[in-house]
């Protein structure tokens, strides 16, 4: 059957381009017709009036999508997660030297009190606001920001400005000052800092360790009348994403091709072979802050993912939802995984993670082994010495 999926040119869209030249989508019997969008909002839109088929999508913006938040209600589903981390936050050099001067150690709480400082001095001067862009308002891009910013005391609303820009165009902006720093996915925050647009200052694994990124995402009428399509399109996709992991650098080159990320290859590798400066001292982040596309159960759509990303979006009062645990079993659809993938995995004996979170690596029970998942903490927000 032919579907047809759309994209965004991100790194973590290899499993789909692994699909598609190794022959997995083939082999599962499907005419898959792959289609680039450049920003999120007309991805959204196309799948919406049914130009499209399927998509990877934000993890958020697909219950945004289910509410009706901000354009068209149409129910979304998803029974696939695309991976797990890569995002980073990069600035532009003077933010860098800014950061530089006002931090008083390398780790993440201590830049973001390092910002708030120069925040509250541009404030106190009479300067505008600095300028963050984000992909889109719900994402996790925008949560990791705001989680970071909010760890030392800062309101993202109102002490900085918050913009929306599509993920290729960011390297641009910050090269032409438009914009102050941004939180992206990869590669744009390799090609910002290797080519001295900016400074990738931290991943999005300091704030959130294996965050669940992109998912994908089908309209509830579409899968309910192409169940066995959808089924082949979960297969395909998992045993691409299992290749991707298993063989990540030869894998990685199918995207500088100019039909994918038209991005130099060494680019596109460099987070994952330790080439990617970070922080404040350009030390190389380790490569496992970066894409997971198998490992931990990353394509599992874990329930608990949903409920904690509308947690995120309540706290940021974009939406008010009571029922969270209905409608995250609404969009996560656990049961069309087990259903496709039965064959090809271990699969949890229950559809959420538990709430505590993780230093280290640690199991659930699974059938017919244990299901091996990996760190998950979160950064921890400072306390207020004058409030405890």
Same mark, same amino acid.
């Given at each position: @059957?032919?579907?047809?999926?759309?994209?965004?040119?991100?790194? *973590?869209?290899?499993?789909?381009?692994?699909?598609?030249?190794?022959?997995?989508?083939?082999?599962?019997?499907?005419?898959?017709?792959?289609?680039?969008?450049? $920003?999120?909002?007309?991805?959204?839109?196309?799948?919406?009036?049914?130009?499209?088929?399927?998509?990877? @999508?934000?993890?958020?913006?697909?219950?945004?999508?289910?509410?009706?938040?901000? #354009?068209?209600?149409?129910?979304? /589903? +998803? !029974?696939?997660?695309?991976?797990?981390?890569?995002?980073?936050? +990069?600035?532009?050099?003077?933010?860098?030297?800014?950061? #530089?001067? =006002? $931090?008083?150690?390398? +780790?993440?709480?201590?830049?973001?009190?390092?910002?708030?400082?120069? &925040?509250?001095?541009?404030?106190?001067?009479?300067?505008?606001?600095?300028?963050? !862009?984000?992909?889109?308002?719900?994402? #996790?891009?925008?949560?990791?920001?705001?989680?970071?910013?909010?760890?030392?005391?800062?309101?993202?609303?109102?002490?900085?400005?918050?913009?929306?820009?599509?993920?290729?165009? @960011?390297?641009?902006?910050?090269?032409?000052?438009?914009?102050?720093?941004?939180?992206?996915?990869?590669?744009?925050?390799?090609?910002?800092?290797?080519?001295?647009?900016?400074?990738?200052?931290?991943?999005?694994?300091?704030?959130?360790?294996?965050?669940?990124?992109?998912?994908?995402?089908? $309209?509830?009428?579409?899968?309910?009348?192409?169940?066995?399509?959808?089924?082949?399109?979960?297969?395909?996709?998992?045993?691409?994403? #299992?290749?991707?992991?298993?063989?990540?650098?030869?894998?990685?080159?199918? =995207?500088?091709?100019?039909?994918?990320?038209?991005?130099?290859?060494?680019?596109?590798?460099?987070?994952?072979?330790? %080439?990617?400066?970070?922080?404040?001292?350009?030390?190389?982040?380790?490569?496992?802050?970066?894409?997971?596309?198998?490992?931990?159960?990353?394509?599992?759509?874990? %329930?608990? *993912? !949903? %409920?904690?990303?509308?947690?995120? @979006?309540?706290?940021?009062?974009?939406?008010?939802?009571?029922?969270?645990?209905?409608? /995250?079993?609404?969009?996560?659809? +656990?049961?069309?995984?087990?259903?496709?993938?039965?064959?090809?995995?271990?699969?949890?004996?229950?559809?959420?993670?538990?709430?505590?979170?993780?230093?280290?690596?640690?199991?659930?029970?699974?059938?017919?082994?244990? &299901?091996?998942?990996?760190?998950?903490?979160?950064?921890?927000?400072?306390?207020?010495?004058?409030?405890?």
């Amino acid at each position: @059957m032919k579907v047809r999926i759309g994209y965004m040119p991100l790194t *973590d869209s290899l499993p789909l381009a692994v699909a598609q030249e190794a022959g997995y989508f083939a082999a599962e019997g499907l005419d898959v017709e792959l289609q680039p969008e450049w $920003s999120w909002a007309s991805l959204r839109d196309r799948l919406l009036v049914g130009q499209l088929d399927a998509a990877p @999508m934000l993890a958020p913006m697909l219950m945004s999508t289910s509410l009706g938040l901000g #354009c068209i209600k149409k129910p979304l /589903a +998803t !029974a696939f997660s695309m991976g797990l981390n890569g995002n980073g936050i +990069t600035v532009s050099p003077m933010l860098f030297q800014g950061l #530089c001067a =006002l $931090s008083e150690g390398p +780790t993440a709480n201590d830049m973001a009190n390092a910002m708030n400082k120069l &925040v509250a001095a541009r404030a106190s001067s009479g300067e505008d606001p600095l300028v963050l !862009a984000v992909v889109f308002p719900f994402s #996790c891009h925008a949560y990791q920001l705001r989680h970071w910013l909010s760890v030392a005391g800062l309101d993202p609303d109102h002490d900085v400005k918050l913009v929306v820009l599509p993920p290729s165009q @960011m390297v641009d902006h910050l090269r032409m000052g438009h914009i102050d720093g941004f939180c992206v996915g990869e590669p744009w925050n390799s090609l910002a800092a290797l080519t001295g647009a900016g400074h990738c200052i931290l991943s999005g694994y300091q704030i959130w360790e294996n965050a669940p990124e992109k998912v994908l995402a089908v $309209s509830r009428d579409w899968v309910a009348r192409n169940p066995e399509t959808h089924r082949a399109l979960l297969r395909a996709l998992y045993k691409a994403a #299992c290749y991707a992991d298993e063989n990540l650098v030869d894998s990685l080159s199918l =995207l500088a091709h100019p039909a994918w990320l038209d991005v130099p290859e060494e680019i596109i590798r460099a987070p994952f072979s330790q %080439r990617l400066p970070g922080g404040l001292t350009g030390q190389p982040f380790p490569a496992h802050h970066f894409h997971v596309f198998a490992g931990f159960h990353a394509n599992f759509p874990w %329930r608990s *993912d !949903a %409920r904690f990303l509308l947690e995120e @979006m309540q706290r940021w009062r974009q939406c008010n939802l009571e029922e969270k645990q209905t409608f /995250a079993a609404q969009c996560y659809r +656990t049961d069309l995984f087990r259903d496709a993938l039965a064959d090809l995995t271990s699969l949890p004996l229950m559809d959420s993670k538990p709430d505590e979170r993780h230093a280290g690596h640690w199991q659930l029970p699974g059938e017919p082994k244990p &299901v091996e998942l990996g760190p998950d903490r979160l950064l921890k927000v400072i306390e207020d010495p004058a409030e405890s």
